[in-house]
């Protein structure tokens, strides 16, 4: 059974920082796209930032220089640092592993960033 689980997110003041986790289980992680997608109120989801299986790195427009992410392969786990933290960040932010046609998602976990 495949299961992305994130943790991390929270309430945080504007310029604030955050460190979200994804810990995958029952995937070869290591082959695996990993991503992290946010949703904001009313709006669609959308793509953060996403590693390849070698690291190679791409962040939206909005995130870049702010927001780093990486990967564990040994712990099956990805990680989205979160800097300079914004208003408009707010969202919940979703777990992603792709490979070719294959996407499993996880349930999410909700950032707030407000005074």
């Known amino acids: 059974q495949v299961q992305l689980v994130e943790s991390g997110g929270g309430l945080v003041q504007p310029g604030g920082s955050l460190r979200l986790s994804c810990a995958a289980s029952?995937?070869?992680?290591?082959?695996?796209?990993m991503g992290w997608y946010r949703q904001a109120p009313e709006k669609e989801r959308e793509l953060v930032a996403h590693?390849?299986?070698?690291?190679?790195?791409n962040y939206a427009d909005s995130v870049k220089g702010r927001f780093s992410i990486s990967r564990d392969n040994a712990k099956n786990t990805v990680y989205l640092q979160m800097n300079s933290l914004k208003p408009e960040d707010t969202a919940v932010y979703y777990c992603?592993?792709?490979?070719?046609?294959?996407?499993?998602w996880g349930k999410g976990t909700l950032v707030t960033v407000s005074s």
């Open positions: 590693i390849t299986r070698d690291g190679s790195t």
């Open positions: 992603n592993a792709a490979l070719s046609a294959i996407n499993f």
């Open positions: 029952g995937i070869g992680f290591s082959v695996y796209r």
